[in-house]
């Protein structure tokens, strides 16, 4: 796991005792908050909705470590202390079987002596050595172009499976939960819309016995507001903590003192870096977990204990914003009793090949939202590294209220189709049905002419068929059918790598063997 963190610090003075403290955000929140409590977890600084639903005390106290929905809400991401990261990364690994995780190697407030890629019309690329940033130029403090060294600290960090990389910037900044301490900054500064309230708490800092250090200003969040003299004082001496192990770590790796973020020399004899981009601080540590569809039913399950939960009501949510909003309104309307039957809906650990959930109302939520026939669908390949590619837009051409969506496209020529081994021609077609829940799908390849030129059939998680995308984590083992009859079964020596290398769940695993061996009877008869 990338970063040390200062988890050191636990059952000092500051309060920190042995149970990892999480706060947690998004659209899983009220699963989430369960399975920690649950898992002996403290859970602070609720929402009120939170609040709201639960029969516990929640504290207002600092955290060791935040889970947060990501913007794709396919997912969570947890950063904080390393240990506190790695406790509630493994409780949220056990969600279900299709829950995927991998550790950032790009944690917020992370810095990394990088080397400018490239030059954009908003921003700067970076190299950071085992991964790239992006750098705004409005967070950068000077000109930068490419061929640059320049020192960036990770402000916004990105899951594997998105298009985007992780935001930078030049400035420093060290974190310790309710207070950030900003290099270059004076005074007292407060995150929030409460005036009275924010200066209020500008006031009690000055009577905290901790102070930062010299060029450092301090920085609340409004979480602090609601927080007591000794949580406050604890919170800005983790922060100092941080700024002062920043500053020895900077100084170590520039040889002097100046710890400054900003632009670092290079060798004026080569005109190339002095060194190759690396990180030379990592103050907190970050994981990803990506939650399969099996996944999202579990966590319905564990919102169901708390309030009254739809059937999907984390699929339906993860498809789209206006899904997530529709969500909202019908639980709002019907109350806690109004689905006071559905315990036990989601079938989540169904071995089942179709949708495993009758309960789901797919036909509802895709008539509402999409994908119907007509519409234009993305299909998005999840590998379970954490990377994801298009395999493309295809048109729906077949849409059935069991879940199954046929989609077409129309493909260019060269090369071979892989396990296939046959020619790819310019006007070949692909034909795939996708059938929501499914661990598997086919795709029909013909030529312009409607010669069948073989059946490819993906072994993958249970497919999630979104308004715009369909989703899935590949599984490395497939089957084929040649033209000929042939059936054959292909890549499993790559779905033990993936198992032996931690990216794929035992549990996963043994799923998608077992399917395999089913389409491979089921396509020899």
Known sequence: MSGGGDSEGRGDSEGRGTTPKARVRGIYATAVTRLLLDAGVDVVQASESIRERFDADFGDGAHEATVATTADRQGVGVSGDA?????????????????????????????FD???????????????GDAEGFLPYSD???YVETGDRVRVQVRESAPPWVDRRPRLGTGLRATGGLATLVRGRDGVTVDTRDDAAGRELAGMTDLLSVTPPDGWGIEWSHAATNADMGTLEAALERAVERADDLESA????????????????SDPATSEPASEPAAIATPSAGRWLWFGRES??????????????????????????????????????????????????????????????TDFPFAVVSR???PVEGDTVEITHGKPDGRAFSLGTGDVTDWDVDGTVSVTRTLSGGGTYDGLGTRREAGDTALTKFRE??????????SADGDLRGTYVNVCTPVECFPDEIRYVDLHVDVVK???????????????????????????????RSVAASLVRALSK
């Open 83 to 111: 240990e506190a990261v790695e406790a509630v990364g493994a409780e949220l690994r056990t969600v279900g079987r299709d829950t995927f995780g991998w550790s950032d190697p790009t944690p917020p407030g992370a810095v």
């Open 114 to 128: 990088a080397t400018v890629r490239d030059t954009l019309g908003s921003g700067a690329v970076c190299d950071l």
């Open 140 to 142: 950068a403090d000077d």
């Open 250 to 265: 900077l100084a170590d790796d520039d040889g002097d003192d100046n710890g400054a973020a900003g632009s670092a020399a």
């Open 296 to 357: 999202r039913f579990a966590l319905d399950e564990r919102r169901r204990a708390v309030t009254g939960t739809m059937p999907g009501h984390h699929r339906t949510k993860a498809a789209s914003g206006s899904a997530s909003a529709g969500v909202d309104l019908a639980e709002a309307l019907c109350g806690a009793s109004g689905f006071a039957g559905d315990e036990g809906s989601g079938a989540a650990g169904s071995d089942d090949d179709e949708t495993g959930d």
């Open 368 to 370: 509402q939202f999409g």
């Open 437 to 446: 829940g499914r661990w598997w799908y086919p795709t029909v390849y013909r």
């Open 482 to 512: 040649h033209p000929d009859g042939t059936v054959e079964r292909v890549d499993d020596d790559e779905l033990d790598a993936a198992v032996e290398a931690g990216h794929v769940p035992e549990p996963a695993a043994e799923k998608a």
